[in-house]
């Protein structure tokens, strides 16, 4: 068994036991491709997010995810995991088909309109993370979403991969102008991931 571990100095954020026979080449091979298709919608080069370092030593993550699945009768709305979006560049999502994931395509739009998310046999569902959302102010938005209880269980696996954390992120020049500047500052990977776990779990 291999132990994975993604610690910060003030928190152990998740240790996750993952079998040995789980590689995680093939996984990290599609979020590269993923990333040059992106790069390229960006009018960047393919190997754009090569180039900058934010592959160079890339934080890739598995999590082995389950969810009770009880619906508990109650005038309180319950979640099987709340409202959220990812944090870093992108999440491939693997599901035993299960329904419960739900995503909200505007995440300004009050009230919040979310829409079923039907797993396909042998696909991924990619999520867009937020620091993809800060490269490509706003072009690309990180995905809101959350998962319901149906009444029975759900499994998912679910691959984060995450620019190293020394890489800075920051508008790309394709995606801002005169008319439309830079929506957020620069921000090293690894601060922003600090900053987001802290106001999530010392909140």
Known sequence: MNIFSLFFNFHIIS?????????????RSVGRKLLGLIALALDLDEGFFEQIGALNDPS????????????????VESYGASAHSDYGMVTLLSTDGVPGLQACR?????PRVWEDVAGIRGAFIVNIGDMMERWSNGLFRSTLHRVMPVGKERYSVVFFLDPNPDCNVECLESCCS?????RFPPI?????IKERFRLTYDS
């Open 15 to 27: 240790l996750l036991v993952v079998p040995s026979y789980i590689d995680l080449l093939p996984l």
């Open 60 to 75: 890739a993550v598995v999590r082995l995810l389950r969810y009770p699945g009880e619906v508990i009768s109650s005038d």
């Open 106 to 110: 505007d995440k300004s739009r009050r």
């Open 178 to 182: 005169e008319t439309c500047p830079p």
């Open 188 to 192: 090293l990977a690894g601060d922003y």
